[in-house]
């Protein structure tokens, strides 16, 4: 969910450029590291940037009849962790404004911030802990999916009811409000993301093992025979 | 490709600098965002829309574009139209029928005016100038592979839903959802794959780390800055009541 272009007012969409700025710069400084240590890993990174960018072309059914697309932050954060993410996300935030118009570029910071953030903070905790309590990669990248869809979903809505409180109940109705009516969407679109997220993951397993246990979602062969 | 791409590879403001194009297209879109709305947002949009016409922008890529962030001004505008005096009880406020207003109305601007940024300028033109503005190189080579990669790839996604669909693949939820894994597995892939074969491309020339290329090297026209700087000028003028405009 993508805040338009000029729909937040001008000091708060700064605000949010201000709130994302450490993240971004902290993400991009991991990235530089990373590619003067290993230049051919740009390439990949390249690559998780186009992959991610596609993943929002996908068309998953909607409740409603129409058609929604997943954030793709979850599984981007899973196999590219999320200081990663906060730039690549931040790059396909930028190319989804200026290539197709969604989002825009005085919202970037708010979208940013939701999406290329907290969504995939949220998403890379959610598989941590699921992992680390036992569970299995299935139930682990279903939680990173839709807890990570539903993080980015919950963090606009505050953003959008930060910057237009309920004249009557401030911030807490607005948050009411703005949630109510993109609830109807956003959960059960967090939902099919989690469960499509698991099938994708569940498919990449059987035919690119040797990605994924290079990503480090799989466990090494000689480890798993252990 | 995507339509506002090819609008701006085809339109007649190719050849234009990409810096005279952001101060006119930005420059009018900080005009709708920061100077108070009314008449920023009416000036600015007016003057963009304007402009997508003069850049012979074809009406129906402008109007596709608009449909999505459109629907989520839509939206997003009716909770400012209803007050909530107690939880769950939602009543019709109309003092809040000005924000929606202007809300509305600055993001409409806003819109047009990044319309009028993407649809004449290719992304290609600006992500090789962007390390002018600091961002680090690495950065904007990552993003440089991901513009030349996502092609494919969206197009990938389109021609296996094709497929997929030619196999009656969306029959079902059921049926559908594991086309639609098959869409997201077969991209990643082709990504990771096609990040394999750059890399041995690139290491048999000997690949030493840069990927510099050759940017098109196009002069700033200094009447189109000057008429650009004097649009501007008149809008904040205007904006900021210095002038009265009636």
Redesign the interface.
Known sequence: ???????LP?EQ?AAWFVVSAPFVVHG?RA??RQ??AD??S??????????T???S?????SVTGSSSHPTGTG?GAVLFRPPVMS??GG??L??Q??????????TLGANIFSMAIVGPWVAYGSYTVVRRAGGGLGPAVFAAAALGSLATYGVTVAQ?ALA?P????GVG??L???GG??AVTQIPLAI?EG??TV??V???SR??GD?LRRLGLLRPAAEVRA | MFALDIAAHTGPWRGRHPAEKALLALGLLVCAVALPTWPAALLSGGAAAVLLAAARVPLVVVLRAGRVPLLFVATSTVPLLVSMPAPARLAIDPAGLPLAAQTAGRSVAALTCLLLFTATTPLSDVLPRLHRLGVPPAVTEVAALTYRMLFLLVESVGAVRQAQAARLGFRTWRTAYRSLAGQAGAVFVRALHRARRLEEGLAVRGYTGSLAVQVAAHRVSVPFVAATTVLLGAIVTVSTGLVSPW
């Open positions: 969910m993508h805040i338009a272009e000029g729909y001008p969409a991009s990235l530089v590619v003067r230049p051919d740009k390439l990949l990174l390249g690559a998780a940037g186009a992959f960018f596609a993943l072309a996908l068309k998953i059914p599984l730039v690549l790059i396909v930028l190319f404004a200026l290539l197709l118009a969604h989002g825009g570029l005085s959008l237009f309920d004249p009557v109940s109705g607005a009411a409000k703005f009516i993109f099919s469960l499509l099938l994708v569940r498919l990449l035919t690119s990605d």
